[in-house]
Nanobody, 124 residues
Framework: QVEMVESGGGLVQAGGSLRLSCAVSGRTFTSLGVGWFRQAPGKEREFVAGVKWNGFSTAYADSVKGRFTISRDNAKNTVSLQMNSLKSEDTAVYYC?????????????????WGQGTQVTVSS
């Protein structure tokens, strides 16, 4: 079993920055692909960013490209999401998720493990 715990959410003004972290335990971290998703009230959960097990392959949703950066530290079993130039439309609960096949995916349904989420609120 894999446990994933997000942290770093909070309230920030538009244009500000936040850094989310996801701590992973319970399985060889380097074998997992990891993605960040978000879900706003009344909306479906959507892909934000993903990183392959080796950290060399990443992907971003068009809406965050150039503003968000995903990275992983395989020595510390953590994945981070640096969020800059935040906008009110970035307000959501952010989730990290892990996939056993080592790759990321764009659909929530392909992930095997999920964290509980952390709230990000951007005030305009």
């Amino acid at each position: 079993q894999v446990e994933m715990v997000e942290s770093g959410g909070g309230l920030v003004q538009a244009g500000g920055s936040l850094r989310l972290s996801c701590a992973v335990s319970g399985r060889t971290f380097t074998s997992l692909g990891v993605g960040w998703f978000r879900q706003a009230p009344g909306k479906e959960r959507e892909f934000v960013a993903g990183v392959k097990w080796n950290g060399f392959s990443t992907a971003y949703a068009d809406s965050v490209k150039g503003r968000f950066t995903i990275s992983r530290d395989n020595a510390k079993n953590t994945v981070s999401l640096q969020m800059n130039s935040l906008k009110s439309e970035d307000t959501a609960v952010y989730y990290c998720a892990a996939r056993k096949n080592g790759n990321y995916g764009y659909s929530p349904g392909v992930y095997d493990y999920w964290g509980q989420g952390t709230q990000v609120t951007v005030s305009s």
